[in-house]
């Protein structure tokens, strides 16, 4: 299994700042992926994050907005620029363990309110 | 597209009863499917993870099962408890193991003592 920890566990900021929130894995993963999770909603996928190269993003979300760093196997971060009140929503961090089942873990998720 | 449906949306039970969730998907090409619980304002817990080759997996009081063929997953919970209360997600992965997970909106949960 792998064990997932983000910082901050949540924040309130104000509108056109920007907030990067840090990922943590216990353990080597083959795949980290970023989520966001609106009030009442289920999870969509923002992009996955590719050591040592560009992100991938999902349809709708673009680097401008959430830039994507992976520097190693076990580090992440997502930045979320420029924030409007819609940007208020839970980001979550996933991984896929080098287990070879592809089970997929997430961490605690960053709640994210912008004023 | 990979789409993912669960019902109920939502479910109330008394504490001590048996329970079914479903969950059913469009694409029978899947590499594998996993339940998750979600607590309010909280991440995702991995609950059981079934692969395409398997039937069902159990873990402690829950049982998942998985019909491939037909689209279907059942997530069964016995003798419920007020601690089960959350919102439980079933996902599926299409091919294997670079593909995305596609999420269902969940299930949310009630167990009244």
């Known amino acids: 299994s792998a064990v997932i920890s983000q910082k901050p566990s949540r924040d309130i900021c104000q509108r056109g700042t920007s907030l990067t929130i840090q990922c943590q894995v216990d353990?080597?993963?083959?795949?980290m992926f970023w989520y966001r999770q609106q009030p009442g909603q289920s999870l969509t996928l923002i992009a996955t994050a590719n050591q040592g190269s560009e992100a991938t993003y999902e349809s709708g979300f673009v680097i401008d907005k959430f830039p994507i760093s992976r520097p190693n196997l076990t580090f992440s971060t997502l930045t979320v620029s420029n924030m409007s009140p819609e940007d208020s929503s839970i980001y979550l961090c996933?991984?896929?363990?080098?287990?070879?089942?592809?089970?997929?873990?997430f961490g605690p998720g960053t709640r994210l309110t912008v004023t | 597209k990979q789409e993912v449906t669960q019902i109920p949306a939502a479910l109330s039970v008394p504490e001590g009863e048996n329970l079914v969730l479903n969950c059913s998907f469009t694409d029978s090409a899947i590499y594998n499917l996993q339940w998750f619980r979600q607590d309010p304002g909280k991440g995702l817990t991995s609950l059981l993870l079934?692969?395409?080759?398997?039937r069902e997996q159990t873990s402690g009081r829950l049982n998942a099962s998985l019909d491939k063929s037909s689209g279907r997953s059942t997530l069964y919970i016995a003798a419920s408890q007020p601690g089960d209360s959350a919102t439980y997600l079933c996902?599926?992965?299409?091919?294997?193991?670079?593909?995305?997970?596609?999420f269902g909106k969940g299930t949310m949960l009630l167990v009244s003592p």
């Open positions: 996933s991984a896929i363990a080098r287990t070879g089942t592809y089970e997929q873990y």
């Open positions: 079934i692969q395409s080759s398997q």
């Open positions: 996902a599926v992965r299409l091919s294997s193991g670079y593909s995305t997970l596609t």
């Open positions: 353990s080597q993963v083959t795949m």
